[in-house]
């Protein structure tokens, strides 16, 4: 069993960064693929970013390529997404999941445990 607690979230303006944690409970953690998705009102879940169980690999939608940044400390039970250049179309309430494997890693109904979301908006 894992559960997972996003913080991080707020309201910023256009081209700042924030980054968004995810902290587990659960020790098996570090067995996990990590993903992080984004929802906005009417629109279906979306694949942001995920990283392995080891850190050494990781995945990112184009969207985000080179402005998000996914890691995690095995040590402290945590998950980071770095999010620089921020534009309003990132707006989203953004989700920490959990999967075993990286097979399918996009894919939303792939990952069992999920956190509650949080807040990220992004003025002009």
């Known amino acids: 069993q894992v559960q997972l607690v996003e913080s991080g979230g707020g309201l910023v303006q256009a081209g700042d960064s924030l980054r968004l944690s995810c902290a587990a409970s659960?020790?098996?953690?570090?067995?996990?693929?990590m993903g992080w998705f984004r929802q906005t009102p009417g629109k279906e879940r979306e694949f942001v970013a995920a990283?392995?169980?080891?850190?050494?690999?990781?995945y990112y939608a184009d969207s985000v390529k080179g402005r998000f940044t996914i890691s995690r400390d095995n040590a402290m039970n945590t998950v980071y997404l770095q999010m620089n250049s921020l534009k309003p179309e990132d707006t989203a309430v953004y989700y920490c999941?959990?999967?075993?494997?990286?097979?399918?890693?996009?894919?939303?109904?792939?990952?069992?445990?999920w956190g509650q979301g949080t807040q990220v908006t992004v003025s002009s």
């Open positions: 990283i392995d169980w080891s850190g050494g690999r990781t």
């Open positions: 659960g020790r098996t953690f570090s067995r996990h693929t």
């Open positions: 999941a959990a999967k075993g494997g990286t097979l399918d890693y996009g894919r939303e109904g792939e990952y069992r445990y």
